[in-house]
């Protein structure tokens, strides 16, 4: 499974930016899908998170009314839209593929397949 992000970029705080994640090989409908946000020597945690149905949504807490994540499931697209963006929110971020098909996976060790990472950088 090869995830493609795209997306990042700069922003200024304040603003908003949406980052979209496909596959080539792979219906993204199989599976849970994921974002999580690395900064260089901390941990890769997550973001927000998505089941396969589509029914369950998980948001991390400090992202909460700000993000909003979504798939489109006719162009085999899965989005994270960001708004009113933060300095806190630079970060490298990384779609991810969970076979795991019961809710929202939080846990980065219950994903199977990562994408390369976009880098978001908040800056005025």
């Known amino acids: 499974v090869h995830l493609v992000e795209s997306g990042g970029g700069f922003v200024r705080p304040g603003g908003s930016m949406r980052l979209s994640c496909t596959a080539s090989?792979?219906?993204?409908?199989?599976?849970?899908m994921g974002w999580f946000r690395q900064v260089p020597g901390q941990e890769r945690n997550v973001v927000s998170s998505i089941s396969q149905s589509g029914l369950s949504t998980h948001y991390a807490d400090d992202v909460k009314g700000r993000f909003t994540i979504s798939r489109d499931k006719a162009k085999n697209m899965f989005y994270l839209q960001m708004n009113n963006l933060k300095y806190e929110d630079t970060a490298i971020y990384y779609c991810?593929?969970?076979?795991?098909?019961?809710?929202?996976?939080?846990?980065?060790?219950?994903?199977?397949?990562w994408g390369q990472g976009t880098q978001v950088t908040v800056s005025s």
């Open positions: 991810a593929a969970s076979s795991d098909k019961f809710g929202a996976i939080t846990a980065a060790r219950l994903y199977d397949y």
């Open positions: 090989d792979v219906a993204l409908d199989d599976y849970g």
